[in-house]
């Protein structure tokens, strides 16, 4: 199920999926912990940009950086339903719970690739390795 013979991590089982909901679950977890949005910007974007070596290109909002960005309403809540999951199998160990902070909008390279509710350009994203 998790594909190890070929190494094609698209088509994995993923497990039980969360990616959709990793920004508001640290966000919500985070506040609760005295944590702002410059933390949140740093443990999710500057660190990992660093992490992979791609801090010359990712990571911050600058001149020559790829304008990978999100429009986030940090105060509002939500409560997560399978039915909203956008993942291959919609389980999740966050259903039924409230989250804070829903994505507004998702921009890739500069391009509006999500506008709640909907996506308008899929299969965007590129696959970044060291």
């Known amino acids: 199920m998790k ?14 999926a969360s990616l959709q909901l990793a920004l508001p679950v640290l966000w919500t977890a985070a ?10 910007a740093r443990w999710l974007s500057t660190n990992p940009a660093r992490l992979i070596g791609q801090q ?3 990571g911050q909002i600058a001149k020559g950086f790829d304008a990978d960005l999100l429009v986030l309403a940090p105060e509002q809540t ?21 989250l804070q902070g829903v994505i507004e909008q998702t921009f890739l390279k500069g391009q509006l690739v999500y506008d709640r509710p909907n996506f308008t350009h899929l299969h965007q994203g590129e696959i970044i390795t060291r």
């Open 3 to 16: 594909q190890l013979e070929s190494g094609d991590f698209t088509t994995a089982w993923g497990g039980i």
């Open 78 to 98: 939500f409560t997560v339903t399978a039915e909203m999951l956008h993942h291959r199998h919609n389980v999740s160990p966050y259903i039924g719970q409230e």
């Open 56 to 58: 010359g290109r990712k």
């Open 31 to 40: 506040q609760k912990r005295g944590a702002s949005l410059p933390d949140l």
